[in-house]
């Protein structure tokens, strides 16, 4: 499949890496088609890797990751076209830093009111970009979060999380539901503090 990831950060390089072993096409879109990170990504990574400018990776991609800073996604997002976006699944990892408590609605639900015609999916941004893309990093069953308002893309998302090493998905349901995992970000930097290590997560016990 091609998929296209926006962002070149920690985050993107992570989720564009395991998609490259994974057997996907992947392109890495950026402002500049030039980018240094992207282009050395590309470089590294092998043939099936490329670096664009965000309207390219958008128009490569039949699944999209939006892996920027989630204060500036909107404006990522606009740079990719909303006609390269219309009509795809986006799965949505970003959270804005640091957590604005005076928010309203989560930047999934932004997301999907600045482009009507994405399926946007929120998941994987309550954990660390290592452990998205490879759940077994912390040992023992735990639990990824998944809500969106299309149950095509809820589908597609959930493929990628099981690629990637996920076995305890909970559906939260409409991506309203994103205001709560956004919000669990306050909890994932104090347990980071607290714990002294990236490598955790949390169980859902039923």
Known sequence: MRVGVLGTGMVGEAIASKLIALGH????????????????????????????????????????????????????????????LSGKTLIDVANVLPPDTSRTESLGEEIQKAFPKVKVIKTLNTVNCEIMVNASRVSGSHTVFMC?????????????????????????GDLAKARATEAYLQLWLALWN?????????????
């Open 25 to 84: 096409e992947v392109m890495m879109g950026s402002r500049e088609a030039s980018n240094p990170k992207a282009v050395a990504w590309a470089k590294r990574v092998g043939a099936h890797a490329q670096a664009g400018a965000f309207a390219d990776a958008a128009q490569f991609g039949e699944v999209l990751f939006n892996c920027t800073n989630g204060a500036n996604s909107i404006s990522a997002l606009r740079a990719a076209g909303e006609d390269h």
């Open 148 to 172: 969106g308002n299309e149950q095509s893309a809820k589908k597609i998302a959930r493929s990628f999380l099981e690629a990637f090493g996920w076995t305890d998905i909970i559906d939260l």
């Open 194 to 206: 607290s714990l002294g290590t990236l490598s955790f997560n949390i169980k859902v016990v039923r």
